[in-house]
T-cell receptor, first 113, second 111 residues
Framework: KAGVTQTPRYLIKTRGQQVTLSCSPI?????VSWYQQTPGQGLQFLFE???????NKGNFPGRFSGRQFSNSRSEMNVSTLELGDSALYLC????????????FGPGTRLTVL | GQNIDQPTEMTATEGAIVQINCTYQ??????LFWYQQHAGEAPTFLSY????GLEEKGRFSSFLSRSKGYSYLLLKELQMKDSASYLC????????????FGKGTRLSVIA
C-alpha cells in the first residue's frame, strides 16, 4: 500500500507570494491533517479535513487555508507569504478520526526569501 | 492549555540503553503516541499506550502512568541509526480532537 505523498518536496518563494501544497493520503484514509514544523516550535497543528469538511483548526492566521476533495486528497494554501512561514509542512492521514494513528508524508520544505 | 514536556536533546553511546521521558498536562487523556523522525524525513509511528504499563516491541518499549501524566520510551542496544528526534503526542478524547505533540527529543548516538 502506497504511503502518504506530498508535492512539491521543496519550494522557494518570496515574501508576498502565495503557495499551494498538495497531499494524497493512504488509500482508504479519509482524515487528512496538516502540520507546520519549525526547529523552535516543533509540530504545530494547522487543520484537519474529513469528508471534504474542515473538522478542526489550529491557531494560525486566515492566510493559511485548505480544502479536501472527494477522493480525500487535500491541498493547503498560504497567501501573502512572510519570512516566518519558512518551515517543513507535513501532511498526515488517518483512517477516520482526527486522533487515530497518523501516518505522515515526507513533507514540503518551504523557504520564503 | 495543553502542555507536553520532553527533554530537548540527549546523547547516548552505541550499545547502551536510553530512556526518553514525556510528561503531559492536557484537557482529557485517551492515549499517548511515540513517533521517530530522522532529520529531513517524516515522523514514523513507533508505539501507542492507552493503559498503564509497559509495551514492548523489539528493542523499543514504551511505558505509561496515567496517574502521573508520564510516559517514557526505552531504547535498548542502541544503534547509530537510532539517532533521530522522538516525538511524544497525546490523544485527548475518544473522538475528533487533534493530537497534541511535544517538541521532540533529539537523540544522538555516539560510538
Amino acid at each position: 500500500k502506497a504511503g502518504v505523498t506530498q508535492t512539491p518536496r521543496y519550494l522557494i518563494k518570496t515574501r508576498g507570494q502565495q503557495v499551494t501544497l498538495s497531499c494524497s493520503p493512504i488509500s482508504g484514509h479519509r482524515s487528512v491533517s496538516w502540520y507546520q514544523q519549525t526547529p523552535g516550535q516543533g509540530l504545530q497543528f494547522l487543520f484537519e479535513y474529513f469528508s471534504e469538511t474542515q473538522r478542526n483548526k489550529g491557531n494560525f492566521p486566515g492566510r493559511f487555508s485548505g480544502r479536501q476533495f472527494s477522493n480525500s486528497r487535500s491541498e493547503m494554501n498560504v497567501s501573502t507569504l512572510e519570512l516566518g512561514d519558512s518551515a517543513l509542512y507535513l501532511c498526515a492521514s488517518s483512517l477516520a478520526l482526527a486522533d487515530d494513528t497518523q501516518y505522515f508524508g515526507p513533507g514540503t520544505r518551504l523557504t520564503v526569501l | 492549555g495543553q502542555n507536553i514536556d520532553q527533554p530537548t536533546e540527549m546523547t547516548a553511546t552505541e550499545g547502551a540503553i536510553v530512556q526518553i521521558n514525556c510528561t503531559y498536562q492536557t484537557s482529557g487523556f485517551n492515549g499517548l503516541f511515540w513517533y521517530q523522525q530522522h532529520a529531513g524525513e517524516a515522523p514514523t509511528f513507533l508505539s501507542y499506550n492507552v493503559l498503564d504499563g509497559l509495551e514492548e516491541k523489539g528493542r523499543f518499549s514504551s511505558f505509561l502512568s496515567r496517574s502521573k501524566g508520564y510516559s517514557y520510551l526505552l531504547l535498548k542496544e542502541l544503534q547509530m541509526k537510532d539517532s533521530a528526534s522522538y516525538l511524544c503526542a497525546v490523544r485527548r478524547n475518544s473522538g475528533n480532537t487533534p493530537l497534541v505533540f511535544g517538541k521532540g527529543t533529539r537523540l544522538s548516538v555516539i560510538a
